[in-house]
């Protein structure tokens, strides 16, 4: 039965009556119906009591018999599914909570694959046990401020089991880290946690071979198929460093020659049913991605963004003074802690820890800073360098629903590189009342205007 498909026609019935999403209680309730698991063992799961479990249970097949205009039990629930009693409608008109009729999609394949088989608890492992955990190449976790809302997220969003995760943001931005700070606080939802950097571009095989070894704890050639193992368990899979399967010198997300089935990689991780979950971080956003964005259980994507004020405690840990002056600080690096930590150290070094001369000082992008911004704009294509030097530019956020005049694109170009530089988190937008502006600020403003970004 194809899991995945059932939960977003609930999902979709659920969200018209009562206006929010399948939470992640109701969505283990139907996966553990359709395996054939008690209340009691879908409680166990979820680390809560059978009595909450049941509740919920009981409301949500009361919204669902009312959705589908049919008596639907736990019992039930399966056998209504299999005799095609819901598959066989073209559509489910149902009646959304501010009483409109609105259409859901309900043409459903059935897949007769089990995810497991009938009888065996969803989760056989006893509360106690720990996942087995191979954080391979990652690095050590250091000092780590603030980012409380984007881990609740990140947490959310694992437990209403979201099989595909895209981290985003440029370098420096802390997605790494992030990542690292949240394990602790998931790992007891998963069987098995490995990560798994691609700083070295590995070629799929080579790194699907590397993570079944683990996973399976097998070291023969007849290792089993990578979807087979993360139906059968919870398994979480972070890949690092994604950004080095794309093609310099092309739009954001394009995969290198002899990449391009990482593309269908992910897909099929995002699309098919399994119990696993893969953490993509990257500086770029995969192509499939934005196709497959925002579908509750496939995938969502977190762009991080700065520390904001949580920066200041940066400058606190390196012993600054001018504190008034660490907001401008703040703002002009974005709130991007490896910047702020490469700007207090050439504050500290060649200005004598004086954030006035600093700021005052013709160039903001120094030594390691420029480096690093210097990694971004070399894997541009030409039309992004062109409107990157034309936003720089600007000096204030602009509207981009025409293209300007004295760049020499076609409107198409013009909007694939404003498109392709904001999946690079290199243009920001800025949201007004009426309209959308975008702009290119701070550091990376500053770094374009004293650089003129060689077109080939
Ligand atoms: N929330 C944070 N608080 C303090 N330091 C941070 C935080 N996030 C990142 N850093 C530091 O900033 C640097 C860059 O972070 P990292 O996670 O490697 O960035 P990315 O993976 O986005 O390139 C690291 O030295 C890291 O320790
Ligand atoms: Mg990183």
């Known amino acids: 039965m194809d899991i995945a498909e059932v939960l977003t026609l609930a999902d979709q019935l659920i969200f018209a009556k009562t206006g929010k999403h399948l939470d992640y209680v109701q969505d283990a309730i139907l ?29 949500l097949w009361k919204t669902l018999s009312k959705g589908l205009k049919k008596d639907i039990t736990k019992n039930n629930f399966r056998a209504v599914l299999e005799k095609g009693i819901v598959y066989n409608y073209q559509s489910a008109i149902v009646e959304n909570i501010t009483g409109e009729s609105i259409t859901v999609n309900n043409k459903l394949n059935i897949c007769h694959e089990k995810v497991r088989s009938p009888k065996t608890p969803p989760n056989p492992q006893p509360t106690t046990k720990q996942p087995r955990i191979d954080l391979g190449d990652a690095p050590e976790m250091s000092t780590f401020f603030d980012r409380t809302s984007e881990l609740s997220t990140l947490e959310n969003w694992i437990l209403s089991r979201t099989r595909l995760i895209t981290i ?48 399976s704890q097998q070291q023969e050639t007849e290792l089993p198929d990578l979807i087979n193992y993360l139906r059968s368990h919870r398994c979480l899979i972070i890949l690092d460093d994604v950004q080095t399967i794309f093609s310099s010198g092309q739009l954001a997300g394009n995969y290198q020659p002899g990449y391009e089935n990482y593309g269908a990689f992910f897909k099929q991780i995002a699309e098919s049913c399994h119990n696993s979950c893969i953490i993509l971080i990257s500086w770029e956003k995969p192509r499939e991605i934005a196709a497959l964005e925002n579908r509750p259980k496939t995938c969502q994507t977190l762009q991080l963004n700065g520390l904001g004020e949580a920066a200041r405690e940066i400058f606190t840990e390196k012993g600054l003074a001018e504190s008034e002056k660490w907001s401008k600080l703040i703002d002009l690096y974005r709130g991007n802690p490896l910047w702020l930590h490469t700007a207090a150290a050439a504050i500290k070094d060649l200005f004598n820890g004086n954030i006035s001369d600093f700021l005052s ?19 541009l294509s030409d039309t992004e360098k062109q409107v990157m030097s034309w936003l720089a530019n600007q ?42 502006l975008f702009a290119v600020q701070g550091a990376i403003a500053e770094y374009v205007k004293n650089h003129t970004l060689q077109h080939s």
Do not use: M
């Open 168 to 215: 985003l943001g440029l370098s420096g931005i802390g997605k790494t880290a992030l990542t690292l700070q949240l394990i602790p606080q998931i790992q007891h939802e998963f069987d098995c946690i490995i990560w798994r950097s691609l700083h070295n571009a590995p070629p799929l095989a080579s790194l699907q071979t590397d993570i079944i070894k683990f996973l």
């Open 31 to 59: 996966r553990g119906t359709l395996e054939d698991a008690t209340y009691t063992q879908i409680a166990q799961e979820l680390y809560s009591s059978p009595s909450h479990v049941r509740n919920v249970g009981s409301d």
């Open 361 to 379: 000082y013709d160039s903001l992008v120094l030594g390691d800073l420029e480096y690093l911004l210097h990694q971004h704009f070399k894997r």
């Open 395 to 436: 000096n204030k956020a602009v509207e981009i629903s025409k293209k300007p005049a004295l760049l020499e694109l076609s409107p198409s170009e013009f909007l694939k590189a404003v498109e392709s530089l904001r999946r690079r988190s290199l243009i920001e937008k800025v949201q007004k009342v009426d309209r959308t």
